[in-house]
C-alpha cells in the first residue's frame, strides 16, 4: 500500500544546495572574482521527496547494518557491512575496509593489510559506488534523476530485512530506477542499469570495539 505523501517542499539536499549556491554568490562579491554557480537541480517529485528525507536522516543514527552489492558487469555478491556510533564509521566492502573517526581517515585492504591514510574509493569503483553508498552517495544520485525524470515517479512502502522502508520509482531514459530507505535513514534498496544495492540486516546496536583498528569489520 502506498502512504499517502506529505504536502510538497523542497528537500534538506536541496536548501544545502542552493546554501552553497548562495555563498558562492558572496564569496564572489567579496574577493571581486566573478562567482561561477553550478545549476541547482530542481526537485518537484514527492516520492522521491520521502526517499530523500529518509536518507537525510543516514549520518546521524547508530546502526549496524549488512549489504549485497551486485555490479552487472560481473553479477558477482560482493558483501559489504557500515557500522556508525558516535561520529565514527566503518564500511567494510568486499576486500576494503574504510575507518573514519573524526577527523582521520584509512583505507586498507584486508588481506594484504595495506593501507591509505585517506579514503581511497578507487578501491571499490569497479562496484560502480563510493563508500558512502549507504547514505548520501545515493542521495545525492536520487537528487539528479528526480530533476531529470521522464515522467511521473512511483512511491511505495516495502518491507526490506524485516523493516519498513519508503521507495521510489523513477522514470528516466532507458528504464527507471528504484530506491528505497528505512524510516531510520539508511538506504535499504537500489537497482539501476550499474549496480544493485539490497539491504540484509540492520539493527541499531553497535559494538564499540568494531571501531578498533585491530578488529575484524567483517560479519
Do not use: K
Amino acid at each position: 500500500m502506498t502512504e499517502p505523501l506529505p504536502r510538497r517542499r523542497r528537500s534538506r539536499l536541496g536548501v544545502a544546495i542552493a546554501a552553497a549556491g548562495a555563498a558562492a554568490v558572496l564569496s564572489g562579491c567579496v574577493t571581486g572574482q566573478r562567482p561561477v554557480l553550478e545549476p541547482v537541480p530542481v526537485i518537484d517529485d514527492e516520492a522521491a521527496e520521502v526517499v530523500l528525507d529518509r536518507l537525510a536522516r543516514a549520518g546521524s543514527v547508530p546502526f549496524t547494518a549488512t549489504y549485497d552489492i551486485i555490479p552487472s558487469t560481473t553479477g558477482v555478491t560482493t558483501t559489504a557491512v557500515v557500522r556508525q556510533l558516535d561520529g565514527r564509521r566503518r564500511v567494510t566492502v568486499g576486500d576494503v575496509d574504510y575507518l573514519i573517526d573524526g577527523g582521520s581517515s584509512r583505507t586498507c585492504r584486508l588481506e594484504s593489510d595495506d593501507c591509505d591514510e585517506f579514503v581511497n574509493d578507487a578501491l571499490i569503483s569497479d562496484l560502480n559506488l563510493t563508500h558512502r553508498f549507504w547514505s548520501d552517495g545515493i542521495a545525492d544520485r536520487l537528487v539528479v534523476d528526480a530533476s531529470r525524470r521522464t515522467g511521473f515517479s512511483e512511491g511505495r512502502t516495502d518491507t526490506i530485512a524485516g523493516r519498513s522502508a519508503a521507495c521510489v520509482d523513477v522514470p528516466v531514459l532507458g528504464g527507471s530506477v528504484l530506491y528505497c530507505a528505512l524510516d531510520e535513514g539508511v538506504l535499504a534498496r537500489y537497482f539501476n542499469a550499474d549496480v544493485s544495492i539490497e539491504l540484509t540486516s540492520f539493527t541499531s546496536e553497535v559494538d564499540p570495539e568494531s571501531f578498533s583498528a585491530d578488529a575484524d569489520p567483517r560479519i
